[in-house]
């Protein structure tokens, strides 16, 4: 046991008493402690300070990636050709950031890559289902930073070989951009063109490689910080995009995988957040845009409930039926509080919604106008509806439509008030919503 005198922050001494092995013989140890004790109460408070080596072994993580891809080696769920290619990945783009020079761009973007990697990695996140798409991230960066120009933040670079939508994230890299890969694959389908219907193929063929399972089935995972929300983590609307995109693609391509994957891919909608996309409350189940946050979200409320209906359509599955019911109730409880009388919020208690979104809301709002009063029809038919009972009235979200028409051509609030983004972690900013809902890619940046 040593005295250690110290100045914490320029302040006035502490008295620490270090915990070590003494040199001192034994006799002359009750002597010095009384000492120590008697200087404690003199000057401020005791400090128990650990010993040097044992604050080194706390600081020392305790998981790495190249630990934790021996972990899943040993445990035989991964291959030893995936262990070689991964570790290969990881060290190339650690040597490949070195290269690179400090607090430029490349670097940065490069080492934000690295850093979420080795993050999930603490956190014992990669999991064999994440790993692939994990590494493939890490790989697309490592190759795209050295040599390539940096492209505009928010921005989607075609990367070479790669089917996917990515998308630019300042400070997080090149990131998959999944609403966007299934808004592009559900546009695709709406065409003849054999080369787009090949697009369309191996775009879903990559989305059943790379889905990682969350809350007990494939789920689409992003892998960076965002809003709040550490990687990996989920997107109800996106969820849902990719559900509605794999139904249409069997269709188009007389796949039943991909009909398949989408109705397990149901799971993220039946669990719970964090876990998964769902918020039960009073009426039915609100559809989270993202798992981490209970923030509602009216776009993505509506695009997921138009989704659900149109793969419980599509599929007749009965669980998919019953997630389509209980989100609409609660979807016709809360459209009315997202109303403002002159303009929509972004988000349920938030600020106004840009004018692209607010576009985007009366366009589905019309769309489920549409969808509701062909149910209804369909059911004095004796034909098979997407809930599976008699469809609720479409009055609601024709109302709606209408009124949000109206905001659009008297646009009260101005054109500052109107364009600029909504509060909060999550605002985005403005972009222009497609003609078709159901390819919605999602704005520049805000909503992955």
Same mark, same amino acid.
């Given at each position: ?73 040993? =445990?035989? /769920?991964?291959?030893? *050709?995936? #262990?070689?290619?991964? %570790?290969?990945?990881?060290? @190339? +783009?650690? &040597?490949? $950031? ?90 695709? =389908?709406? /065409?003849?063109?054999? *080369?787009? #219907?090949?697009?369309? %193929?191996?775009?879903?063929? @990559? +989305?059943? &490689?790379? $889905? ?41 391509l007389g796949d039943d995988r991909y ?5 397990e891919a149901a799971q993220l909608i ?50 998919? +039926? ?112 497609? +003609? ?13």
């Open positions: 046991m040593g005295v250690d005198l110290r100045l914490p922050g320029g302040g006035e001494p502490t008295i620490a008493v270090v915990l070590a092995p003494s040199p001192l013989p034994r006799r002359r140890r009750p002597r010095l402690l009384a000492a120590a004790v008697a200087l404690s109460v003199i000057a401020t408070p005791l400090v128990l300070v650990a010993p040097a080596t044992d604050a080194a072994a706390a600081s020392k993580p305790k998981r790495t990636v190249e630990s934790e891809l021996r972990r899943l080696r040993s =445990a035989r /769920t991964i291959s030893a *050709a995936d #262990l070689r290619a991964w %570790r290969g990945v990881y060290r @190339e +783009a650690r &040597r490949t $950031a070195r290269g690179l020079r400090k607090r430029s761009t490349a670097r940065r973007e490069l080492d934000g890559v690295i850093a979420n990697t080795e993050q999930m990695a603490r956190r014992r996140a990669i999991t064999p289902s994440l790993a692939p798409s994990v590494f493939l991230t890490l790989q697309v960066n490592r190759d795209w930073w050295p040599s390539r120009p940096v492209p505009p933040v928010g921005s989607r670079p075609t990367v070479p070989g790669s089917p996917l939508v990515w998308q630019y994230y300042a400070g997080e890299g090149l990131q998959i951009q999944w609403l966007g890969t299934f808004g592009l694959a559900n546009a695709l =389908a709406t /065409t003849k063109t054999p *080369a787009k #219907l090949e697009q369309l %193929r191996a775009i879903e063929d @990559e +989305a059943l &490689r790379l $889905a990682s399972r969350r809350a007990g089935g494939p789920a689409w995972q992003y892998l960076f910080d965002f809003g709040g929300g550490r990687p990996p983590w989920g997107s109800g609307m996106a969820q849902v995009t990719g559900m509605q995109s794999l139904v249409r693609a069997t269709g188009k009909r398949a994957t989408a109705l039946r669990h719970s957040s964090p876990t998964g996309a769902r918020w039960k409350r009073s009426a039915g189940d609100h559809v989270l845009l993202y798992t981490f946050t209970r923030t509602r979200v009216l776009n993505a409320f509506l695009q997921a409930v138009s989704g659900l209906h149109e793969v419980a359509a599509s599929t007749g599955d009965p669980t998919v +039926a019953t997630l389509y019911r209980r989100a609409e109730r609660q979807l016709r409880v809360e459209l009315p509080q997202y109303d403002t009388g002159r303009w929509t919020r972004y988000s349920l208690g938030g600020t106004n919604a840009t004018v692209s979104y607010h576009t985007l809301v009366r366009d589905l709002t019309r769309g489920l106008c549409r969808a509701l009063e062909a149910d209804a029809l369909a059911y004095a038919a004796g034909q098979p509806v997407a809930g599976g009972a008699e469809p609720p009235s479409a009055a609601i979200y024709c109302d709606a439509a209408e009124r949000f028409t109206r905001y659009l051509k008297r646009t009260p609030l101005g054109p500052r008030a109107t364009t600029r983004a909504a509060a909060g972690p999550l605002a985005p900013p403005p972009g222009a919503p497609l +003609a078709d809902p159901a390819a919605h890619l999602g704005p520049r940046v805000a909503q992955p």
